[in-house]
């Protein structure tokens, strides 16, 4: 994995798949490269292992030319980040091929490619792709058969681009399991693993389905599906525009999106509440059927997501009395599930293409539950696609690896469904038009948390020479802890974990001393006074405490005593509001230690392998 960008047009594609992959960056990556079909009709080749940039300047210096072009950002699975396991790769100069996926059974393939005299120039499952494509178009097929026949015999998951000298002005494009667009232009077609690669050249967009091969020419196009079927996509209109991925002013993309939060939960909640109540039909045509059904939620999903679905199983179980469990979802898929009776199935995902997540949601299918509802911020996406119920988050790109906006609008949503199961439990319509007050109250007291940047900056001063950090939460404030511990290991690769305050004493006190600092989130709820004894046996131990206190709490500044003062706001959205705080912090903490915020190393943004 990681990025794809593909074109068969009627001018020199070179510049378009460069502009594509920097358009891909956010994603992550350790080397990129391109083929270009030109005009000699040889398949010509540029990899570097580092950025696109280094790329783009190796082609000012040797450019490459052609009508018919294949690129790729390469994050590495199989095989360590160098040139020749860059992507694409070539068979023989005769054919080449971009991978984004794992092939499971590549081992067996490759012993029996080698037995009938393949050499390997990678440590990459890719290539036995790329060879297996070959050994069919020796047999006499077209590309397409090919690929067709060579896809049959892979176990795993996909998203390929594929070109052959011997067929100029030719792509095939094939899906399973990874995310793949194409871009409809005037007499050209473009393909990639993300609509914002294509924004400059096109608006127009087909969706590839499971399971989808594409036959793509400059001036016609055939899909099929896994059957070999001939079949009609839809083309859509992308409303996003080809700045969306701009930082705008900003230093990074991460900064711009986190103080994009107010604007972006403004937009979730547009014209999904009315006179105090929240829109049913918000969350898909079927709401009202399923929520009736609904006596149990059951929520999975990954990294931030997963912390979004914890917070939620505090609202769910104290506001609507509705039981609920929460499960990472590469845990899920491997154990035997018991599943009750009216149980809804919630994935929360921002691209709605984490590969954990979409597995486990197609296992749900399979099982007992009332019905699946995806809380996602990419409408097209294989998540949506496959759920009976859809809530969009409406984050807007969101480019920084680590995510900010896209948690805080998926903490909006889950609140949203909270009030949607508490009203079918009882609840008066006085009580959800306050709830759905606070809801609207969102904007404003993120603003105010915006506000602290200056203080928080100075206080990450302190972490400068720092490598490890605790950080404490009680109730809704645990997650909240969690959240912020990942991002803080995320960009700025400090090592931090979260506790639950009252479980210090249980092992991780052990690790408090002068230069292990720990972090504490405190709102003004019934917890702060428990927190506060925790918080003083850090103290006794000679630990450095940094609170996230609100300013009524009773906790000022005094030695080892850091306290950045939070403007009053109601417990149950205290969660969304008190990320905002963290999420500088931990930026500010990685801008001092030189850190690459938007793009850590050995992250990717989109997690579309297992």
């Given at each position: 994995?990681?990025?794809?960008?593909?074109?068969?047009?009627?001018?020199?594609?070179?510049?378009?798949?460069?502009?594509?992959?920097?358009?891909?960056?956010?994603?992550?990556?350790?080397?990129?490269?391109?083929?270009?079909?030109?005009?000699?009709?040889?398949?010509?080749?540029?990899?570097?292992?580092?950025?696109?940039?280094?790329?783009?300047?190796?082609?000012?210096?040797?450019?490459?030319?052609?009508?018919?072009?294949?690129?790729?950002?390469?994050?590495?699975?199989?095989?360590?980040?160098?040139?020749?396991?860059?992507?694409?790769?070539?068979?023989?100069?005769?054919?080449?091929?971009?991978?984004?996926?794992?092939?499971?059974?590549?081992?067996?393939?490759?012993?029996?490619?080698?037995?009938?005299?393949?050499?390997?120039?990678?440590?990459?499952?890719?290539?036995?792709?790329?060879?297996?494509?070959?050994?069919?178009?020796?047999?006499?097929?077209?590309?397409?058969?090919?690929?067709?026949?060579?896809?049959?015999?892979?176990?795993?998951?996909?998203a390929l681009g594929v070109i052959s000298e011997a067929e100029p002005g030719r792509l095939i494009a094939a899906r399973r399991g990874g995310p793949l667009v194409i871009g409809v232009g005037i007499g050209e077609y473009f393909i990639a693993s993300d609509k914002f690669a294509l924004l400059p050249v096109t608006q127009q967009f087909i969706i590839l389905e499971e399971g989808d091969i594409a036959d793509v020419h400059r001036d016609s196009l055939q899909i099929y599906n896994f059957r070999g079927e001939r079949v009609e996509r839809a083309v859509t209109l992308s409303e996003l525009s080809a700045d969306a991925a701009d930082k705008s002013g900003y230093k990074h993309y991460m900064l711009k999106e986190i103080y994009t939060q107010p604007v972006a939960i403004a937009d979730t909640l547009e014209g999904r509440?009315?006179?105090?109540?929240?829109?049913?039909?918000?969350?898909?045509?079927?709401?009202?059927?399923?929520?009736?059904?609904?006596?149990?939620?059951?929520?999975?999903?990954?990294?931030?997501?997963?912390?979004?679905?914890?917070?939620?199983?505090?609202?769910?179980?104290?506001?609507?009395?509705?039981?609920?469990?929460?499960?990472?979802?590469?845990?899920?898929?491997?154990?035997?599930?018991?599943?009750?009776?009216?149980?809804?199935?919630?994935?929360?995902?921002?691209?709605?293409?984490?590969?954990?997540?979409?597995?486990?949601?197609?296992?749900?299918?399979?099982?007992?539950?009332?019905?699946?509802?995806?809380?996602?911020?990419?409408?097209?996406?294989?998540?949506?696609?496959?759920?009976?119920?859809?809530?969009?988050?409406?984050?807007?790109?969101?480019?920084?690896?680590?995510?900010?906006?896209?948690?805080?609008?998926?903490?909006?949503?889950?609140?949203?469904?909270?009030?949607?199961?508490?009203?079918?439990?009882?609840?008066?319509?006085?009580?959800?038009?306050?709830?759905?007050?606070?809801?609207?109250?969102?904007?404003?007291?993120?603003?105010?948390?915006?506000?602290?940047?200056?203080?928080?900056?100075?206080?990450?001063?302190?972490?400068?020479?720092?490598?490890?950090?605790?950080?404490?939460?009680?109730?809704?404030?645990?997650?909240?802890?969690?959240?912020?511990?990942?991002?803080?290991?995320?960009?700025?690769?400090?090592?931090?974990?979260?506790?639950?305050?009252?479980?210090?004493?249980?092992?991780?006190?052990?690790?408090?001393?002068?230069?292990?600092?720990?972090?504490?989130?405190?709102?003004?709820?019934?917890?702060?006074?428990?927190?506060?004894?925790?918080?003083?046996?850090?103290?006794?131990?000679?630990?450095?405490?940094?609170?996230?206190?609100?300013?009524?709490?009773?906790?000022?500044?005094?030695?080892?005593?850091?306290?950045?003062?939070?403007?009053?706001?109601?417990?149950?959205?205290?969660?969304?509001?008190?990320?905002?705080?963290?999420?500088?912090?931990?930026?500010?903490?990685?801008?001092?230690?030189?850190?690459?915020?938007?793009?850590?190393?050995?992250?990717?943004?989109?997690?579309?392998?297992?």
């Amino acid at each position: 994995m990681c990025g794809i960008v593909g074109a068969v047009a009627q001018r020199d594609v070179s510049p378009i798949l460069i502009e594509g992959l920097r358009r891909l960056e956010y994603r992550g990556y350790d080397s990129a490269g391109l083929v270009i079909l030109g005009n000699s009709a040889k398949l010509e080749r540029a990899r570097v292992l580092g950025k696109v940039n280094k790329l783009a300047a190796a082609l000012e210096n040797e450019p490459l030319e052609g009508s018919t072009g294949i690129a790729h950002t390469r994050w590495a699975t199989h095989g360590k980040p160098s040139v020749n396991n860059a992507h694409p790769h070539i068979c023989r100069d005769q054919v080449a091929l971009v991978h984004n996926g794992i092939i499971e059974n590549h081992e067996k393939l490759r012993a029996d490619q080698i037995r009938e005299g393949y050499e390997f120039q990678s440590e990459t499952d890719t290539e036995v792709v790329v060879n297996q494509v070959h050994k069919h178009l020796q047999e006499g097929k077209d590309l397409l058969q090919a690929v067709q026949d060579t896809i049959e015999q892979l176990q795993g998951a996909y998203a390929l681009g594929v070109i052959s000298e011997a067929e100029p002005g030719r792509l095939i494009a094939a899906r399973r399991g990874g995310p793949l667009v194409i871009g409809v232009g005037i007499g050209e077609y473009f393909i990639a693993s993300d609509k914002f690669a294509l924004l400059p050249v096109t608006q127009q967009f087909i969706i590839l389905e499971e399971g989808d091969i594409a036959d793509v020419h400059r001036d016609s196009l055939q899909i099929y599906n896994f059957r070999g079927e001939r079949v009609e996509r839809a083309v859509t209109l992308s409303e996003l525009s080809a700045d969306a991925a701009d930082k705008s002013g900003y230093k990074h993309y991460m900064l711009k999106e986190i103080y994009t939060q107010p604007v972006a939960i403004a937009d979730t909640l547009e014209g999904r509440l009315l006179n105090g109540q929240v829109i049913e039909k918000a969350f898909g045509m079927a709401a009202e059927a399923i929520l009736d059904q609904t006596r149990a939620v059951h929520i999975v999903a990954c990294g931030t997501s997963y912390h979004a679905g914890l917070v939620a199983r505090y609202w769910l179980e104290e506001i609507a009395g509705v039981h609920c469990s929460v499960e990472v979802a590469s845990e899920y898929r491997y154990r035997q599930s018991v599943v009750a009776p009216g149980t809804l199935f919630v994935t929360i995902s921002q691209s709605g293409e984490t590969a954990d997540t979409l597995a486990a949601l197609q296992l749900a299918r399979t099982l007992n539950y009332c019905g699946t509802l995806a809380i996602c911020n990419v409408a097209e996406s294989s998540v949506t696609r496959e759920s009976d119920l859809v809530f969009l988050t409406r984050a807007g790109a969101e480019i920084g690896v680590a995510s900010t906006k896209a948690f805080t609008t998926q903490l909006t949503a889950l609140f949203m469904l909270v009030l949607l199961l508490a009203r079918q439990r009882g609840m008066s319509k006085d009580r959800e038009k306050d709830l759905t007050a606070l809801l609207e109250s969102l904007p404003g007291h993120i603003n105010q948390m915006l506000e602290l940047d200056g203080k928080i900056k100075e206080l990450s001063e302190q972490f400068n020479d720092k490598h490890h950090t605790l950080y404490l939460g009680r109730g809704t404030m645990l997650p909240v802890a969690m959240e912020g511990a990942l991002k803080l290991k995320e960009i700025s690769y400090i090592h931090a974990e979260a506790y639950p305050a009252g479980e210090l004493k249980h092992g991780p006190l052990a690790l408090v001393d002068e230069d292990m600092p720990v972090v504490a989130v405190a709102p003004n709820n019934d917890l702060l006074e428990k927190l506060k004894s925790n918080l003083q046996e850090v103290r006794a131990r000679g630990g450095q405490l940094y609170v996230f206190m609100d300013s009524n709490a009773d906790m000022e500044d005094s030695e080892g005593v850091h306290v950045i003062k939070m403007t009053p706001v109601d417990e149950l959205i205290a969660p969304i509001v008190y990320t905002v705080p963290l999420q500088l912090f931990s930026y500010h903490v990685a801008v001092l230690k030189g850190a690459d915020v938007d793009q850590p190393r050995n992250l990717a943004k989109s997690v579309t392998v297992e």
